[in-house]
């Protein structure tokens, strides 16, 4: 029974045409800049807002284009006020903004994160990361590395 099913099955996707064969081959990537518009916070006291922008210039236009925020601790000592995303543009201005919850003295230090990046104890490591997304499936990204310390 399982033998019969089996072939049946192998029979049938063989005789299926793919749209992955037919499907065309993208082109070039695009040229894409990741700028930040501003200092990445260092310092900030308990209830302080940061806001950190990224600005993203293509050569080609996006799909869309996001900024999304990263924490080796989430929910510890800072909060980032949800991502901001455009559709359909060559150039974007993203915006994310981080408030200051709890003093960062408790926190142990990291390694490796998110890269190869080691962070102090008493500090928040942190990440702003964005991307791209194009026509035909070409990607582009950037991440942006730093910690926070909230007294």
Known sequence: MFKKLLLGVMFAVALTPTAVAAAP???????????LLSPLPSDLVVGETAVIGVRVESSEPFV????????????RAVRFD???????ATSADLVLTLVA???TADLGA??????????????APLAVR???RFAGGALAGATFPFAVMVT
């Open 25 to 35: 081959s993208p082109g070039p990537a695009p040229t894409v800049t990741f700028t």
């Open 64 to 75: 869309m284009a996001i900024a999304l925020s990263d924490a080796y601790y989430p929910g």
């Open 82 to 88: 949800g991502s901001q995303a455009v559709h359909g």
């Open 101 to 103: 919850r709890q003093p």
């Open 110 to 123: 990291a390694q490796d994160w998110p890269f190869d990046e080691d962070w102090p104890a008493g500090v």
């Open 130 to 132: 964005v991307g791209a």
